[in-house]
């Protein structure tokens, strides 16, 4: 496995007898883009503010690239840039004023704090706007601002609050790109959202699935696919001879029409295969495709909160 740039051993936190956030295990590697799914509730902004210190755990530990927060918090946090949900920002303020401001906070040279501005206002793509006041930007504007002062300090990992939320598509298409961007510069992203088929579009490494404060699943996409999925594969040539063949196995539970395809729902795809070839060969048929078609990010996370086991799914 990867280095880890965030890992929580039994983190908790309690607001009297609620429990926020219930023994949260999170394995998160480095150079990854991790998207923290949950509905609104879910615990997720309780959790990204136990893991910028300002919010105390009731019990449990973090750990930021190996050192454990408790211990290290000036070491550790020079290297993270941070979004909160609702960031309130100086309205007076230019983005070129605000970016200059963090720059001064972590003591960076003038020479520095302005190679730094010109670098990430046109990675954000603000150039243009870099003299107007951050009240007159519109709501798109406010959230790529907010990334390039998370930048400033060039941090290796990024902690994004529902980034993407209360934008415009046009504006949540920039922000997605902005962070596949990121991540092909080097960046851990670590984003909460509610918004599920965005995670998606960012084509997020890993996934985690929050729900009533516990973590109900964790990993890659593709892990995830295989543990709550149903093996759907696309079949062409659509022949009635591939139907009828395949209707009489155990392992298929389902055949649809589609325009080209035959739709086919299995238990065991290397099974599923392994049929069709011999078919093939044996009725001189060749086989044009074999499509495996994997769920959908929503599908997943609907499947896992239907599951009735958190513990055995959280092991996953």
């Keep these: 496995m990867k280095d880890l740039a965030i890992e929580t051993d039994n983190l908790t936190k309690k607001f009297g007898k609620v429990i926020a956030v219930n023994d949260l295990n999170l394995k998160v590697p480095t150079g990854i883009i991790y998207g923290y799914l949950g509905p609104n509730g879910a615990g997720k902004t309780t959790t990204i503010k136990m893991l910028v210190d300002s919010l105390f755990p009731t019990s449990g530990r973090i750990q930021l690239f190996g050192q454990e ?44 704090i302005q190679t730094r501005i010109s670098k990430i206002l046109n990675l954000v793509n603000l150039v243009e706007a870099r003299h107007r006041a951050i009240g007159k930007y519109s709501a798109g504007m406010k959230q790529r601002i907010g990334i390039a002062q998370a930048l400033m300090n060039d941090p290796d990992l990024l902690i994004l ?15 997605i790109d902005l962070l596949k961007q990121l ?7 670590f984003v909460s959202t509610h918004i599920l088929p965005e995670v998606q579009k960012m084509n997020a490494d890993h996934i985690g699935i929050l ?21 759907m594969i696309k079949i062409r040539p659509k022949d009635d001879r591939i139907r009828k063949a395949l209707e009489s196995k155990d392992f298929i539970q389902d055949i649809v029409d589609d325009e080209k395809y035959l739709i086919v729902k299995t238990s065991d795809r290397e099974a599923t295969w392994n049929f069709l070839s011999r078919f093939s060969l044996e009725n001189h048929m060749p086989i044009i495709d074999f499509i495996g078609s994997g769920m959908e990010i929503e599908d997943i996370f609907m499947k896992v909160l239907e599951n009735n086991s958190a513990k055995e799914v959280a092991k996953a």
Excluded: C, M, W
Excluded at 81 to 86: A, F, K, L, M, Q
Excluded at 161 to 175: A, V
Excluded at 183 to 189: D, F, L, Q, S, V
């Design 183 to 189: 991540k092909k510069e080097g960046k851990t992203i």
């Design 211 to 231: 729900n009533k404060g516990r973590l109900f699943a964790e990993g890659t996409i593709n892990h995830l696919q295989k543990l709550f999925g149903e093996n």
């Design 69 to 112: 927060v408790k211990k290290n918090k000036t070491r550790v946090f020079r290297n993270i840039g941070y979004v909160p949900e609702h960031p309130v920002y100086f309205r007076e303020y230019s983005g070129e004023k605000l970016l200059r401001y963090v720059g001064k906070i972590f003591n960076f040279s003038k020479n520095e």
């Design 161 to 175: 609050d529902e980034i993407t939320s209360n934008l415009d598509p046009l504006g949540r298409s920039h922000i």
